[in-house]
């Protein structure tokens, strides 16, 4: 069982990045696939989810109108699209999967820096 994220890197206040997240040796279509980031000096935050079989989705507030989640489930893939981008959005991200089990995977994280 693996999460393996991708691609994440540096990017301009105001501009755009999407995150994947390919997984393998479950079924992303049916767990409950999230993603999260930690800043240094900061807890965890829970940012995007994406619930099994009726794909609908939640946001925490720090990211609402901003970032959406999807899945791709030919691929067994989970996206992030991150736009109007700030400073603050710097972190590293990471891509989790609960499953119908109730088991938590977690990838291995990606750093994102927004900066000018």
């Known amino acids: 069982v693996q999460l393996v994220e991708s691609v994440g890197g540096l990017v301009q206040p105001g501009g755009s990045l999407s995150l994947s997240c390919a997984a393998s040796?479950?079924?992303?279509?049916?767990?409950?696939m999230s993603w999260h980031r930690q800043a240094p000096g900061k807890e965890r935050e829970r940012i995007a989810t994406i619930y099994s079989f009726s794909d609908s989705t939640k946001y925490a507030d720090s990211v609402k109108g901003r970032f959406t989640i999807s899945r791709e489930n030919a691929k067994n893939t989970v996206y992030l699209q991150m736009n109007s981008l700030k400073p603050e959005d710097s972190a590293v991200y990471l891509c989790?999967?609960?499953?119908?089990?109730?088991?938590?995977?977690w990838g291995q994280g990606i750093q994102v820096i927004v900066s000018s």
């Open positions: 989790k999967a609960r499953t119908v089990l109730g088991t938590d995977y």
């Open positions: 040796g479950f079924s992303s279509s049916s767990s409950v």
